[in-house]
Structures are given as C-alpha cells and as structure tokens.
T-cell receptor, first 112, second 118 residues
Framework: SQKIEQNSEALNIQEGKTATLTCNYT??????LQWYRQDPGRGPVFLLLIRENEKEKRKERLKVTFDTTLKQSLFHITASQPADSATYLC???????????FGSGTKLNVKP | GAVVSQHPSRVICKSGTSVKIECRSLDFQATTMFWYRQFPKQSLMLMATSNEGSKATYEQGVEKDKFLINHASLTLSTLTVTSAHPEDSSFYIC??????????????FGPGTRLLVL
C-alpha cells in the first residue's frame, strides 16, 4: 500500500529564513500532489497543487517541487514569518481523483 | 469562493447517544464529499467518500452502520455517529470537491467538528 512520509519532528527556523519541508512517498505514482496548511483545531487549507509533469510551482512566497524519480516533493516558504507557524500536510491523489492520502504533517515554528 | 462549513464545531455527548454532523458547501455544488477523522498529532484518515444521491463508499475498517453518511443534495452531507463511545472522540473533518472549472482537483475542507464522548 502507499506510504507517505513527512518529517514528524518540528522544524524550528528564524524569521526571514527559508523553511523547507519534505514529503516522500513509496508504492505509489500520484497524478498530482498537494500541500495544505493546518492550524490547531482547524481544517486544512489548500495551498498549492503540482502535477506529475510539472517540476516546480510557485505562489507568492511558496514554492513546491515534485520529483517523480525520487518520489519526493519539497515545500519552501521564503522570507518566513511567525504567522507561517503551522502544520503543513502533503496529500497525494491518483488518476481516479477519488481519494486523497495525507502525510502526518510537519509542524513549522518560525521564531521572531 | 469554495467555502465549506461544518456544524456543530464542538459537541459533547454521553456514551450511547448519536451525534449528527453537517457539512455544507456554501458557494459551489459538491458532487463528492469526504469525511476524515483526525486524532491528536496524527494525520487525516479518510473514513468515507460520499457522492450525491448514492451510497457512501467506506474505507477498510470503518463501520458503515456506526458512521452513517447521507449526501442528500449537492451542498449537504451529514455524518451520524451512532451509539457513540469514548473511543469515537476525535476531530471530524469534511471536505468537498467539485468538477467545476478551477475547482476540479482540489478538496476544500470544513473547519472540523470536535467530538467528545463521555
């Protein structure tokens, strides 16, 4: 069965630095991959979607890469701010578009 | 656009009672809605997929008789936890997707419902 791994340890960085989060997967070939932000006690909020034929996608301070050979996605937040502190989840879908599989998330702490 | 609401946001009930959670897509028609459960510091676990007008598809290990799902319209799905027990206490989150242009592949999540069964 598919397995999605995100670093379970919290990532602590200083304000202004670039945060990089990793999502690795096995036994799976997703059509696309998504990143979500989740704040405590709240539902996830969609951030970015990248398709299997795309290498990189950007949105404001966010950048996502997708390496289907390595089976890995990297999520970058440049010029990080304390307001970026949250848990970030990656999610993978398949060609039938009918199921999402989520990683366990990585908690990001941006210190002022 | 693409707002999903859930009600209630928090519910406390006694063991043995049933609890209904509503999930609504406010500004789009959701042909498919999903129900997830999330335990503290864990990932979202898909419980079931519901399509408007048809029976829900449950994930392996999820009891369909315990977690009743009804997707009566394109904007409303309900999850009823029947005969709830303390182990059902969790954070329940719904999401909705639409095949409409610009919304096709993304799921939009509700704010979640915190269920505590005493």
């Amino acid at each position: 069965s598919q397995k999605i791994e995100q670093n379970s340890e919290a990532l602590n960085i200083q304000e202004g630095k670039t945060a990089t989060l990793t999502c690795n997967y096995t036994n799976y070939s997703p059509a696309y991959l998504q990143w979500y932000r989740q704040d405590p006690g709240r539902g996830p909020v969609f951030l970015l979607l990248i398709r299997e034929n795309e290498k990189e996608k950007r949105k404001e301070r966010l950048k996502v890469t997708f390496d289907t050979t390595l089976k890995q996605s990297l999520f970058h937040i440049t010029a990080s701010q304390p307001a970026d502190s949250a848990t970030y989840l990656c999610a993978l879908d398949g060609y039938n578009f009918n199921k999402f599989y989520f990683g366990s998330g990585t908690k990001l702490n941006v210190k002022p | 656009g693409a707002v999903v609401s859930q009600h209630p946001s928090r519910v406390i009930c006694k063991s043995g009672t049933s609890v209904k959670i509503e999930c609504r897509s406010l500004d789009f028609q959701a042909t498919t809605m999903f129900w997830y459960r999330q335990f503290p510091k864990q990932s979202l676990m898909l419980m079931a997929t519901s399509n408007e007008g048809s029976k829900a598809t449950y994930e392996q290990g999820v009891e369909k008789d315990k977690f009743l799902i009804n997707h009566a319209s394109l904007t409303l799905s309900t999850l009823t936890v029947t005969s709830a027990h303390p182990e059902d206490s969790s954070f329940y989150i719904c999401s909705a997707r639409s095949p409409q242009t610009g919304l096709g592949e993304t799921q939009y999540f509700g704010p979640g419902t915190r269920l505590l069964v005493l």
